[in-house]
């Protein structure tokens, strides 16, 4: 199966600054790249994704950027704000990355 | 749409007890998806099914866990007989794609069960 590897686990950051999240994978014939965030209490919910035929999409503070040749994409958040803090998981073929705990400190 | 809808929310059983996960997935969604989550292994896809068939359930842990989808609206993960460390929460998801590989998952709120 797929295999998905996702860095850093935790990621502490001050509030306004800026967060970024990478997953590599294998799979080269992979084209949809999601990203999702997981609250407490509550199951993943989809924030961004991309597919295979562009290289960047952003949406407000949130972007993904995808090299295909390195086979890793990232997640961007911009201006964090508490509320940012969750679980953030890529996913590849139904197969979810182990996940980064994000906090943002006020 | 009420989104996809799980229940129980909360289940605790006895070991050796058999426990039912039911799973409501989105009108029209042809796919759908039970995980396991865990803090020791993440998300773990267990099964998933397309138009009601199940396509993989190479992720089905152990001849105790069975998951059946009798029709579009309705499906069910069984654990019998329920062990310790079959403790996690359980997630049932659809989509739309044929293939649930290329388009977004709609997860439910999760079943939390913890078996004693």
């Known amino acids: 199966g797929e295999n998905v590897e996702q860095h850093p686990s935790t990621l502490s950051v001050q509030e306004g600054d800026s967060a970024v999240i990478k997953c590599t994978y294998s799979?080269?014939?992979?084209?949809?790249f999601p990203w999702y965030k997981q609250e407490l209490g509550k199951g993943p919910q989809l924030i961004i994704d991309?597919?295979?035929?562009?290289g960047e999409k952003k949406d407000q503070r949130i972007a993904v950027t995808l090299n295909k040749t390195a086979k890793h994409f990232s997640l961007h958040i911009t201006e964090t704000q508490p509320e940012d803090s969750a679980v953030y998981f890529c996913?590849?073929?139904?197969?979810f990355g182990a996940g980064t705990i994000l906090r943002v400190k006020s | 749409d009420a989104g996809v809808i799980q229940s129980p929310r909360h289940e605790v059983t006895e070991m050796g007890q058999e426990v039912t996960l039911r799973c409501k997935p989105i009108?029209?969604?042809?796919?759908l998806f039970w995980y396991r989550q865990t803090m020791m292994r993440g998300l773990e896809l267990l099964i998933y099914?397309?138009?009601?068939?199940?396509?993989?359930d190479s992720g089905m842990p152990e001849d105790r866990f069975s998951a059946k989808m009798p029709n579009a609206s309705f499906s069910t993960l069984k654990i019998q007989p329920s062990e310790p460390r079959d403790s996690a929460v359980y997630f049932c998801?659809?989509?739309?794609?044929?293939?649930?590989?290329?388009?977004?998952?709609?997860f439910g709120q999760g079943t939390r069960l913890t078996v004693v």
């Open positions: 998801a659809s989509s739309l794609s044929p293939q649930g590989r290329n388009t977004e998952a709609f």
């Open positions: 799979d080269s014939a992979s084209n949809y």
């Open positions: 991309i597919r295979s035929n562009v």
């Open positions: 996913a590849l073929k139904l197969v």
């Open positions: 009108s029209g969604h042809n796919s």
């Open positions: 099914f397309n138009n009601n068939v199940p396509i993989d």
